[in-house]
Nanobody, 128 residues
């Protein structure tokens, strides 16, 4: 059974950086695409980044493009989200999720419904 565990969240000032980690266990990471989502209070869960194994095209939502970078370490079975120039609007619970093989993007948005395995999330709070 695939399991995902996020870590690395915390409190940071605006303009600061954080690196989130998603540790994957149970099945080989290279069978899956891993996406990052976030959910702020009272808002819908937003897909912000996704990468498939062996695919150089990583998806980024417009809200994070140029500030966030997703990377994968197959040897460590981990996926990272490096977040730079954080803004108060980035405050949310961040989740990683897995889907077999490939991310699905429709009309410029990451499709959430295809992701079958989710972590429990890690809180990111950006103070102004």
């Amino acid at each position: 059974q695939l399991q995902l565990v996020e870590s690395g969240g915390g409190l940071v000032q605006a303009g600061g950086s954080l690196r989130l980690s998603c540790k994957v266990s149970g099945l080989p990471l290279n069978y899956y695409a891993i996406g990052w989502f976030r959910q702020a209070p009272g808002q819908a869960r937003e897909g912000i980044s996704c990468a498939s194994n062996g695919d150089t095209n990583t998806y980024y939502a417009d809200s994070v493009k140029g500030r966030f970078t997703l990377s994968r370490d197959i040897a460590k079975s981990a996926v990272y989200l490096q977040m730079e120039h954080l803004e108060p609007e980035d405050t949310a619970i961040y989740y990683c999720a897995a889907v077999p093989l490939k991310c699905t993007v429709n009309d410029g948005q990451l499709v959430r419904s295809v992701f079958g395995s989710w972590g429990r999330g890690t809180q990111v709070t950006v103070s102004s």
